[in-house]
């Protein structure tokens, strides 16, 4: 618990400077997919081959951000417009649907399943359940008791999206400097993803602690 409130002072005391920092990084989060596919070899020898591959990094970019807005909610709301923030939770995970799902339709457009038939039939999946994610998220009014149980499910969703790349990922797998480099972003995503939803779950042990002491209100389920 006094871990809890220090942070959050810390956060009031640097709000500007952390402002500006996250602001950074999240633009060069943005930015990293369109240089790693722009700097790879053979980027305009195959148009439909890059658009597949830029759907799927941004995809995975979005959700990754989607994650971290949402188990930061707390955080987010300290530093930024708490509106502002909810939104931008909410566009990064339509966004990250909606590309997820252009990446699919490419897939099978061109076919790039047939090299890959087992490990592909995660794709499908993860979209699949990121659908229901965001129906019960959008829908939650219809579903108190359960959607964010549902929520939860993109902490999954992201995982598998991870393991299919590392498996069959064009921009991982490949020995390339790019390559290279965007598979250690993606393990980086993965590993502050992590640290978020632990940060998420200390918070809320902390506010169920709280909880128990008279006239306190228990706190939400974990989003």
Same mark, same amino acid.
Request: aromatic letters at 10%.
């Given at each position: ?67 971290? *807005?949402?188990?930061? #909610? ?9 509106? #502002? ?6 566009? *990064?995970?339509?966004?990250?649907? *909606? ?125």
């Amino acid at each position: 618990m006094a871990n809890t409130v220090t942070g959050r002072r810390f956060i009031v005391s640097h709000r500007a400077p952390l402002r500006v920092a996250l602001l950074a990084l999240a633009a060069a989060a943005l930015a990293a997919p369109i240089l790693v596919v722009g700097l790879s070899p053979g980027h305009f020898q195959n148009v439909s081959f890059s658009v597949l591959r830029l759907a799927a990094l941004y995809a995975f970019t979005l959700i990754f951000l989607n994650i971290l *807005t949402g188990a930061l #909610r707390v955080q987010s709301y300290m530093l930024f417009n708490p509106r #502002r923030a909810h939104r931008f939770h909410i566009v *990064t995970g339509l966004a990250g649907f *909606t590309l997820a799902a252009a990446h699919g339709f490419v897939v099978v457009a061109t076919g790039h399943y047939r090299d890959h038939p087992l490990v592909w039939v995660i794709g499908p999946i993860a979209l699949a359940l990121l659908l229901v994610a965001i129906a019960f998220a959008l829908d939650r009014k219809h579903w108190p008791g359960i959607w964010r149980r549902i929520h939860q499910v993109d902490y999954v969703i992201f995982a598998a999206i991870f393991v299919k790349a590392m498996l069959i990922g064009s921009d991982v797998v490949t020995i390339t400097p790019t390559a290279q480099a965007m598979k250690a972003i993606m393990i980086l995503y993965v590993v502050i993803a992590a640290l978020a939803a632990a940060v998420r779950v200390r918070d809320y042990l902390s506010a169920r602690v709280r909880a128990r002491a008279p006239g306190v209100e228990a706190p939400a389920d974990i989003e």
